[in-house]
């Protein structure tokens, strides 16, 4: 059984990325916690992912048209980045700004948008609305280009607060009316049709003769607010502080009741928000110092496998453990399908609410469809980490049933089975050749309940 230590820095890999091999952890062993944590804040500490080499071998990814392309990208990058926690939260605000591909269809822009939450993920808060507002996807999902000083439209300035940062109770309608009227004039550009040549990148316009300069009332302060007012006096809210961190929380500690309850059903651990909440307020909502203290504290290392994996997770943690996208593989193409199966297409959500979290990405079709993914994935001898797990277990002699179950439960966790699921794995400890015995294991082992969770 591995120890707590290890066990506590797997946790950490799982909640900042999307795991960790048992040679990563061999590695970070030696290391304090807490510096640990320190490389995960400060991604810029490592190279980029070198994934330019898909460009080689799909030369389709040039012009990524549709999501299959970028979602197999980004799951690339999480898998095989040494910052993980840069697409950790690139996936967060993800699902916090859930933007989608399926109403204006252009892939370029929804790759911008989130390369921006990579970007500004773990900066100021500030910063990244500023961004968010900026952004050709964003503006075009909630109709911002519609929003003119003679004729507003209030579905981005209402999903800024309701969704975006302070949550529902904390603004009234007209503050609602306001944040529509401070946003006239952000509209983007188009400089080359889509048709018949494709997508080409679009870019921000701020139009200044479209813009309501008059005097406005929002959040109880008055001014001829522009939208980077609003969003400064926003960020000053508790109520966005709050908001925030419960969405941190419900993201990377444990899981919380569905967003759209929040304004009925306080937090399973107000302790928690109020700790993180009171840091973003000191810091001017400073992500990273946030994300400090959430990652350093006692009730996120207290936390172990108290969340169901998101699709996006489970696919990427999976192969994560199976090494079979350690170098480009025509599975990339396939990896929208398979998390939409789950009940999860990246860059793709069903609304700008997202998705249903926790215990609801769970029933028995996507169940089956984890299963059946991961047992491709991890039950052929041949692919690369179930081949580190037989050499790990290898000692001359074929591991004894309990070693085996023992083993492949620290290479896909370390889990904690519970009795009944490991006394069903050690009946299906067969005999055979010893690659193939930990072929069939880990199959076994990722279709545990217990591997559902992070």
């Given amino acids: 059984m591995a120890d707590e230590r290890t066990a506590l820095l797997a946790h950490l890999m799982r909640r900042a990325g999307v795991g960790a091999t048992q040679d990563e952890l061999d590695a970070l062993a030696g290391r304090?916690?807490?510096?640990?944590?320190?490389?995960?804040?400060?991604?810029?500490?490592?190279?980029?992912?070198?994934?330019?080499?898909?460009?080689?071998?799909?030369?389709?990814?040039?012009?990524?048209?549709?999501?299959?392309?970028?979602?197999?990208?980004?799951?690339?990058?999480?898998v095989n980045t040494q910052r993980p926690l840069e697409e950790k939260m690139a996936l967060f605000w993800h699902h916090v700004f859930a933007t989608a591909w399926f109403k204006g269809e252009h892939m370029l822009s929804m790759a911008d948008q989130i390369q921006t939450f990579r970007e500004h993920g773990l900066g100021k808060m500030r910063d990244l609305l500023v961004a968010l507002s900026r952004d050709p996807a964003?503006?075009?999902?909630?109709?911002n280009c519609e929003n003119h000083a003679d004729a507003p439209n209030e579905n981005y300035g209402r999903e800024l607060l309701e969704l975006f940062s302070m949550g529902i109770g904390a603004y009234d309608e007209t503050d609602v009316k306001m944040a529509g009227r401070a946003f006239t004039g952000w509209t983007f550009q188009q400089p080359i049709p889509l048709y018949p040549h494709g997508a080409y990148p679009a870019r921000?316009?701020?139009?200044?003769?479209?813009?309501?300069?008059?005097?406005?009332?929002?959040?109880?302060?008055?001014?001829?607010?522009?939208?980077?007012?609003?969003?400064?006096?926003?960020?000053?809210?508790?109520?966005?502080?709050?908001?925030?961190?419960?969405?941190?929380?419900?993201?990377?500690?444990?899981?919380?009741?569905?967003?759209?309850?929040?304004?009925?059903?306080?937090?399973?651990?107000?302790?928690?928000?109020?700790?993180?909440?009171s840091v973003f307020l000191e810091t001017e909502g400073d992500l990273r110092r946030v994300m400090r203290t959430l990652l350093n504290s006692d009730f996120f290392k207290q936390a172990q496998f108290s969340k169901v994996k998101s699709?996006?997770?489970?696919?990427?943690?999976?192969?994560?453990?199976?090494?079979?996208?350690?170098?480009?593989?025509?599975?990339?193409?396939?990896?929208?399908?398979?998390?939409?199966?789950?009940?999860?297409?990246?860059?793709?959500?069903?609304?700008?609410?997202?998705?249903?979290?926790?215990?609801?990405?769970?029933?028995?079709?996507?169940?089956?469809?984890?299963?059946?993914?991961?047992?491709?994935?991890?039950?052929?001898?041949?692919?690369?980490?179930?081949?580190?797990?037989?050499?790990?277990?290898?000692?001359?002699?074929?591991?004894?049933?309990?070693?085996?179950?023992?083993?492949?439960?620290?290479?896909?966790?370390?889990?904690?089975?519970?009795?009944?699921?490991?006394?069903?794995?050690?009946?299906?400890?067969?005999a055979g050749e010893h690659g193939e015995r930990v072929a069939r294991m880990l199959t076994l082992v990722v279709a545990t309940p217990e591997y559902q969770f992070a």
């Fill in 32 to 78: 304090p916690y807490e510096d640990v944590v320190e490389d995960l804040l400060h991604p810029a500490r490592f190279p980029e992912p070198e994934d330019d080499v898909l460009y080689r071998y799909f030369p389709q990814m040039t012009a990524p048209d549709t999501t299959a392309a970028s979602a197999g990208r980004w799951v690339y990058r999480m």
């Fill in 204 to 277: 921000f316009v701020y139009r200044p003769e479209d813009h309501d300069g008059s005097e406005k009332t929002f959040l109880g302060e008055t001014g001829a607010f522009n939208g980077e007012d609003v969003i400064d006096i926003i960020v000053r809210q508790e109520a966005t502080a709050r908001f925030i961190a419960r969405h941190l929380y419900n993201f990377f500690v444990a899981d919380e009741p569905q967003v759209a309850a929040w304004s009925v059903q306080g937090p399973n651990d107000p302790d928690a928000i109020d700790q993180l909440a």
């Fill in 138 to 143: 964003m503006i075009y999902w909630l109709d």
């Fill in 311 to 430: 699709p996006a997770e489970f696919v990427a943690g999976v192969l994560k453990l199976s090494g079979t996208l350690q170098d480009p593989a025509p599975l990339m193409g396939a990896l929208q399908g398979a998390m939409g199966a789950m009940g999860q297409k990246l860059m793709d959500p069903p609304s700008v609410e997202g998705w249903h979290t926790g215990k609801e990405w769970i029933d028995g079709g996507t169940l089956m469809e984890r299963v059946n993914f991961a047992v491709q994935q991890v039950g052929n001898p041949e692919s690369p980490g179930t081949q580190a797990v037989a050499a790990r277990l290898a000692n001359g002699d074929a591991p004894a049933a309990e070693a085996l179950v023992e083993g492949c439960l620290e290479a896909a966790g370390p889990l904690e089975a519970s009795t009944e699921t490991r006394e069903a794995l050690l009946a299906g400890a067969s």
